[in-house]
T-cell receptor
């Protein structure tokens, strides 16, 4: 597609519920990042994929967070047993190359997760 | 460890007035620096970036930024703002070779007539 697509746009989950957030990167993009943006804060890095390989997951806040990209395209961020502190906007970004960075990403519009 | 500090959480400005958003970073290595803009309910859009070379960087929508290595700053400026510039602005530094970004907390710019 023309841009990075994230779904759902909004998700309300009851505390303790599991959620899955989807990211469709631009076709052919090798690199994929997930960021978490709490209200009033800047985005914080969660994890990075190069094709299907998860090369960095140092930002995942707990073992309740899990991300995958099994075929090197669509990625899913899963949060188990959601807690109120998980409420945030989850942003996905992709870029064409690997090991490039330098700002060449396209961000999706994000999924706003509210845990009640 | 690298960090990014945006010194102003909110900047009110009148239409057609100039604006400056301040950003300081800490890093012991060469840096790539960025400014992103976020409109309500949208993702981040790259305004400009400093990778190397000229310390004055020009970006989209009339924005520019100056990299100052001695002061570890990367302030964003626009000489004349429009109502449509109302948005949140984030300064960021790349922290690894793959492109991981560390963002500041953001500066909300509110432009009024």
């Amino acid at each position: 597609g023309a841009g990075v697509s994230q779904s759902p746009r909004y998700k309300v989950a009851k505390r303790g519920q599991d959620v899955a957030l989807r990211c469709d990167p631009i076709s052919g993009h090798v690199s994929l990042f997930w960021y978490q943006q709490a209200l009033g804060q800047g985005p914080e890095f969660l994890t990075y994929f190069q094709n299907e390989a998860q090369l960095d997951k140092s930002g995942l806040p707990s073992d309740r967070f899990f991300a995958e990209r099994p075929e090197g395209s669509v990625s899913t961020l899963k949060i188990q047993r959601t807690q109120q502190e998980d409420s945030a906007v989850y942003l996905c970004a992709s870029s064409r190359g690997a090991s490039t960075g330098r700002g060449g990403y396209t961000f999706g519009s994000g999924t706003r997760l509210t845990v009640v | 460890a690298q960090s990014v500090t945006q010194l102003d959480s909110q900047v009110p400005v009148f239409e057609e007035a100039p604006v400056e958003l301040r950003c300081n970073y800490s890093s012991s290595v060469s840096v790539y620096l960025f400014w992103y803009v976020q409109y309500p309910n949208q993702g981040l859009q790259l305004l400009l970036k400093y990778l190397s070379g000229s310390t004055l960087v020009k970006g989209i929508n009339g924005f520019e930024a100056e990299f100052n290595k001695s002061q570890t700053s990367f302030h964003l400026r626009k000489p004349s703002v429009h109502i449509s510039d109302t948005a949140e602005y984030f300064c960021a530094v790349q922290t690894d070779s793959w492109g991981k970004l560390q963002f500041g907390a953001g500066t909300q710019v509110v432009v009024t007539p």
